[in-house]
């Protein structure tokens, strides 16, 4: 079953906005991570957030969790054409269950 | 240093035949995990190793579903007497320590199985 669910299905912007993209989960959780999926690719980690972190960055990713809400967004700021991608939050319930949304398909437009 | 590697990239078969899927975790990356991603999806866990130990396989939807990882190393999946409803994208992953779902995972790019 599912457990992390990401917020909005697609989402279709211009080169050089942002996107947030949102992902709700149900239960405790160890850690939560992010990761990119170019069509006909593999999944790629992007960025591992531990559940007493709060606000994490690399580059132009910007994470957030609240545990409280059982919520964490993805900021990708100045977006580029190659960011066009699916993005899939997974959270780690124990050291070996993880489980990943449905993603979210960014596609920016140039 | 190679990436996860799966063979086939593409596989079609008929129903009811057998289908064995390939994956070549990173060298030395104790935990290797299966996935299963039907079109537009996201992933379904399937089964994870963790060094010797007894593999998780709680994922596994039916019994015509095994794997097997040899030597700490290559794992094959197996599908027996397929079903159009196998039809999917089956990933692998591997991370470098036992409690893989604390460290990232680096992922195969997958092999496509179709049934006809």
């Known amino acids: 079953s599912q457990q992390g669910e990401e917020d909005p299905q697609a989402l279709s912007i211009q080169e050089g906005e942002n996107a947030t993209m949102n992902c709700s989960y149900k239960t405790s959780i160890n850690n939560l991570q992010w990761y990119r999926q170019n069509s006909g690719r593999g999944l790629v980690h992007l960025i591992l957030i531990r559940s007493n972190e709060r606000e994490k960055h690399s580059g132009r990713l910007r994470v957030t969790l609240d545990t409280s809400k059982k919520s964490s967004s993805l900021l990708i700021t100045a977006s580029r054409a190659a960011d066009t991608a699916s993005y899939f939050c997974?959270?780690?319930?124990?050291?070996?269950?993880?489980?990943f949304g449905a993603g979210t398909r960014l596609t920016v437009k140039p | 240093g190679a990436g996860v590697s799966q063979s086939p990239s593409n596989k079609v078969t008929e129903k009811g035949k057998d289908v064995e899927l390939r994956c070549d975790p990173i060298?030395?990356?104790?935990?290797l995990y299966w996935y299963r991603q039907s079109l537009g999806q996201g992933l379904e866990f399937l089964i994870y190793f963790q060094g010797n130990s007894a593999p998780d396989k709680s994922g596994l939807p039916s019994d015509r579903f095994s794997a097997e990882r040899t030597g700490g190393s290559v794992s094959t999946l197996t599908i027996q007497r397929t079903q159009q409803e196998d039809s999917a994208v089956y990933l692998c992953?591997?991370?470098?320590?036992?409690?893989?779902?604390?460290?990232?995972?680096?992922f195969g790019d997958g092999t496509r199985l179709s049934i006809l």
């Open positions: 992953a591997s991370s470098l320590y036992g409690q893989g779902a604390r460290q990232p995972q680096h």
């Open positions: 997974a959270t780690a319930i124990n050291n070996n269950d993880m489980r």
């Open positions: 060298s030395g990356h104790t935990a």
